[in-house]
C-alpha cells in the first residue's frame, strides 16, 4: 500500500484494504471509499445549505455525521474538520468551553468547511487515483 | 488431503469430481487446515482460494440449498478435477499480487489470532482477578462475621454471670430481711426461717417461703438459655483459623474496638494475600462468572452472554454465571452462527461494519435508524445476539432506541458505537440507554470488537 501521508491513517486505511478478498478487483474497498467521496459532497452541500440558514444545530449533527465516516476510513483531517464544525455546531470551542457568540462559530465553521472541502477533493484525487478505473463488474465473490 | 478417507465427513471431492467440499467448516479449520497451511484461519484459505481462480459454488434460490448442506462450502476451478491431476500446473495465481509473498499474506492471519488470543486471555484475566477481589471481600466479611460472634458470645455469656450474680445477691438480701423479721417476731410463723438462716449463702429455698418470684423466674430464664456446644465449637475452630491466617488485631478485640477499626489493616492485606497466594491461582477453565459491566476495568472486556440460550437467569445477570468464553472465541463460531443487528445511519460505517462481522462469520442485520432497530427487535425479540448501536441518528437516536429494545429483550447486550469521547455523554448513555458497553468510533476495528464482546 501506499503511504497516503499524515493526511490518513494508514493503519487504519489498510486494515480496510485488508478486507478485500482480491487486491487487484477491490470490490469491497472502492465502492466504500469512493462511496464515501460521494457522501461526502452531499454532506458539503447540506452544510453550506444549513450555514446559509444560520443552522447551527443542524451543523452539529452534519458534523458529526461525517466524522464518523470519515473517522472509520482513517481520513483524520477530514475527520478533524469534521470534529470543528460539530463542536462549533453545538456553540463550543474545540476544547469544550463554551462559544456563546453565533457569529464566531458560523465564521470557524465556514472556515473549516472551506478547508475541509478542498482536503476531501486533494484525497479523493489520490484515491481515486489508487484504486484506478472501475474494472468490469466482476462475478461478486463471497 | 481430499483423498484422504479419513477426512471424508469433513472435506472431500463433490461427486462429479470436479469441485471439492467443505462440509464441516469448524472441524476443517481447526484440524485439517493447520496440517497444509501455516494458519488455521477459514477466511484466508479462502482468499487464497479465489487467487488462485477457485470460486465458490453458488446455489441459488430456485434449487434451493447445496445438495451438502447449508454450510457447506462447495469451490469449483475449471482445471482442479479428481481424475486430472496433469491440470494442477494449469492453476495459478491470477495476476499475482507485485506487493505481498504469500507467506506475509499468512502471517497476518496468525498473528491477528494471537492478539485476539492474547485480549481473551486479558480479558478473562481481568474476571478472575475481580473474582479474586470479591472473594477476598467476602473472606473478610466472613471473617468480621465470626469474630463479631465469637465475641458476642463472649459478651452474653458475661451479662448470664452478672446477672446471676445480681440475683444471688437480692436472693441474700430477701434472707436477710426474712430472717431479721422472723428472729425479731420469733414467732412459728416460719417453721422453715431456721434452714433458710442455715443456707443463707445463696440457695434457692424450696419450702413455701420462697424468695420473690420475679428473682426465681430471671434464674430459670438464664439457665432455661443453654449454648450450643456444637455451633460454638465450629465457631471457635473458624476464630482460630482466621486469627492464623489474617490479621488477629481484628477478631481479636470486642466488638467496639472490632467496629471502631474494622477496615484499615483489614482490607488491603488480606485482598493481597489472596491475589498473591498461589492457591487461589488456579484459573477457572472455560467458564468465567458475569461482572459489573460499569466497572471501568470490564468496559472493555465484558464476556460475551449469549443470552438466547438461557434468557431466564439474565434478569440478574451480573451474578451469574455465563456460558464459556473461551468457546466463543473459537476461530468458528461453535454452533450457531451470531445474529447481529447493526443499527448505523451512516452508509460507509454501516457497510465496512457488516463486513467485517460477516468476515467474523457473524449473520448481520442492518437497520439505518433507530426506529427501524426497534421495530426489527420488535418483530422478533429472541432474534438477535448482540446489537451494535449508533448513537447520533436521525428519526430515533439510539439512547432512546436501547432503552425501547430494553423493554422487549432486557437480555440482549448492547454495544453503543460513537465518536463522542466525552465521559459525561458516555455516562449518560449507560444511565439511560442500559448499555452493555460503550465502544468508541476510532478504535473499534482495531480491536476486533466482534471477537472481544
Known amino acids: ?142 | 488431503m481430499l483423498e484422504d478417507p479419513s477426512y471424508n465427513s469433513v472435506v472431500r471431492w463433490s461427486a462429479d469430481g470436479d469441485s471439492f467440499v467443505v462440509l464441516e467448516n469448524e472441524k476443517f479449520t481447526k484440524t485439517i487446515l493447520p496440517k497444509h497451511f501455516k494458519h488455521s484461519n477459514f477466511a484466508s484459505f479462502v482468499r487464497q482460494l479465489n487467487k488462485y481462480d477457485f470460486h465458490k459454488v453458488r446455489h441459488n434460490e430456485e434449487s434451493g440449498e447445496s445438495p451438502y448442506g447449508r454450510d457447506a462450502w462447495e469451490f469449483r476451478h475449471p482445471e482442479f478435477r479428481a481424475d486430472r491431476k496433469d491440470n494442477l500446473d494449469n492453476i495459478r495465481r491470477k495476476a499475482p499480487a507485485p506487493r505481498k509473498a504469500p507467506p506475509a499474506d499468512d502471517a497476518f492471519p496468525a498473528s491477528q489470532q494471537v492478539f485476539v488470543l492474547s485480549e481473551s486471555l486479558q480479558a478473562t484475566q481481568h474476571q478472575i482477578q475481580a473474582l479474586q477481589e470479591q472473594y477476598g471481600e467476602l473472606e473478610k466479611t466472613n471473617k468480621l462475621l465470626v469474630s463479631e460472634v465469637v465475641s458476642l458470645q463472649k459478651m452474653v455469656k458475661a451479662q448470664s454471670q452478672a446477672a446471676n450474680e445480681v440475683i444471688t445477691h437480692l436472693n441474700n438480701v430477701e434472707d436477710r430481711r426474712r430472717n431479721s423479721r422472723h428472729s425479731a417476731q420469733s414467732g412459728p410463723s416460719g417453721q422453715t426461717g431456721q434452714t433458710f438462716h442455715a443456707g443463707s449463702t445463696g440457695f434457692l429455698p424450696d419450702g413455701s417461703d420462697e424468695p420473690a418470684p420475679e428473682l426465681r423466674r430471671a434464674r430459670e430464664l438464664l439457665n432455661g438459655v443453654s449454648p450450643d456446644i456444637q455451633a460454638d465449637r465450629e465457631l471457635e475452630r473458624l476464630s482460630m483459623a482466621y486469627n492464623q491466617n489474617g490479621s488477629p488485631a481484628d477478631s481479636a478485640g470486642s466488638s467496639s474496638v472490632m467496629f471502631a477499626h474494622p477496615n484499615p489493616g483489614g482490607i488491603p492485606p488480606l485482598v493481597h494475600d489472596t491475589l498473591s497466594d498461589p492457591r487461589h491461582m488456579v484459573y477457572p477453565v472455560g467458564q468465567t462468572t458475569g461482572i459489573d459491566p460499569f466497572h471501568a476495568d470490564h468496559i472493555h472486556n465484558i464476556p460475551y452472554s449469549r443470552p438466547l440460550s438461557n434468557p431466564a437467569i439474565q434478569a440478574d445477570a451480573s451474578a451469574q454465571i455465563t456460558p464459556p468464553l473461551k468457546e466463543q472465541l473459537g476461530s468458528i463460531w461453535r454452533g450457531k452462527k451470531p445474529h447481529i443487528l447493526l443499527v448505523e445511519d451512516d452508509k460507509t460505517c454501516a457497510r465496512i461494519g457488516s463486513k467485517f462481522l460477516t468476515i467474523n462469520d457473524c449473520v448481520v442485520d442492518i437497520a439505518r435508524d433507530g426506529l427501524e432497530a426497534v421495530e426489527k427487535v420488535n418483530r422478533d425479540a429472541d432474534r438477535f445476539d448482540l446489537i451494535f448501536m449508533d448513537i447520533i441518528m436521525p428519526h430515533l437516536d439510539g439512547v432512546s432506541a436501547t432503552a425501547m429494545i430494553r423493554m422487549v429483550a432486557p437480555q440482549v447486550p448492547v454495544v453503543a458505537m460513537t465518536s463522542n469521547i466525552r465521559q459525561e455523554d458516555i455516562q449518560t448513555y449507560f444511565q439511560f440507554g442500559k448499555f452493555t458497553q460503550c465502544h468508541q468510533l476510532t478504535s473499534r476495528f482495531n480491536h476486533h470488537p466482534t471477537l472481544q464482546v
Open chain 1, 1 to 142: 500500500m501506499p503511504d497516503f501521508g499524515d493526511d490518513v491513517d494508514n493503519a487504519i486505511f489498510s486494515q480496510i484494504l485488508e478486507m478485500d478478498e482480491n487486491e487487484d478487483e477491490r470490490d469491497f474497498s472502492r465502492p466504500l471509499v469512493l462511496g464515501f467521496f460521494d457522501q461526502a459532497s452531499e454532506t458539503f452541500e447540506q452544510m453550506q445549505q444549513a450555514l446559509d440558514d444560520k443552522n447551527l444545530d443542524e451543523l452539529s449533527t452534519l458534523g458529526h455525521f461525517l466524522k464518523g465516516s470519515s473517522a472509520t476510513l482513517g481520513f483524520n483531517k477530514i475527520r478533524d474538520s469534521c470534529q470543528i464544525i460539530q463542536q462549533y455546531g453545538h456553540r463550543m470551542n474545540v476544547d469544550s468551553t463554551a462559544e456563546p457568540d453565533e457569529e464566531v462559530c458560523l465564521k470557524k465553521i465556514t472556515d473549516a468547511l472551506t478547508a475541509v472541502k478542498a482536503d476531501t477533493t486533494e484525497l479523493e484525487k489520490v484515491m481515486r487515483k489508487f484504486f484506478g478505473p472501475a474494472p468490469d463488474e466482476d462475478e461478486a465473490e463471497e
